[in-house]
Nanobody, 125 residues
Framework: QVQLVESGGGLVQAGDSLTLSCAAS????????MGWFRQAPGKEREFVAA???????YYADSVKDRFTISRDSAKSTVDLQMNRLKPEDTAIYYC???????????????????WGQGTQVTVSS
């Protein structure tokens, strides 16, 4: 059974940094595309970043140059380093995984089969 567990959320001030981590179990991690999504109150879940099995990374325009996604296949973890945080980054952040995503599908939440429980990130102004 595939499981994803996020950690690292919290309350920070604008301009601060935070690192989220997602630990995967029950998967052949190296074959999976791993994504981070977020959902703010009253809004739809949106793509943040993804890293494919080959290590290539993809970002939403809103976080490009501030966030960095990375994977450690030896530990089966994927991290999201978030710098220069803004109040609009406040949301629940979710880790997601899927083995069969094509490149054009990386940004679509409903196409990921496995999700973590989410971790809250709150950025105060």
């Amino acid at each position: 059974q595939v499981q994803l567990v996020e950690s690292g959320g919290g309350l920070v001030q604008a301009g601060d940094s935070l690192t989220l981590s997602c630990a995967a179990s029950g998967v052949t991690f190296s074959r999976y595309t791993m994504g981070w999504f977020r959902q703010a109150p009253g809004k739809e879940r949106e793509f943040v970043a993804a890293v494919r099995y080959n290590g290539r990374t993809y970002y939403a325009d809103s976080v490009k140059d501030r966030f960095t996604i990375s994977r450690d296949s030896a530990k089966s973890t994927v991290d999201l380093q978030m710098n220069r945080l803004k109040p609009e980054d406040t949301a629940i952040y979710y880790c997601a995984a899927d083995q069969n995503l094509i490149l054009s599908s990386l940004r679509t939440p409903r196409l990921y089969k496995t999700w973590g429980q989410g971790t809250q990130v709150t950025v105060s102004s």
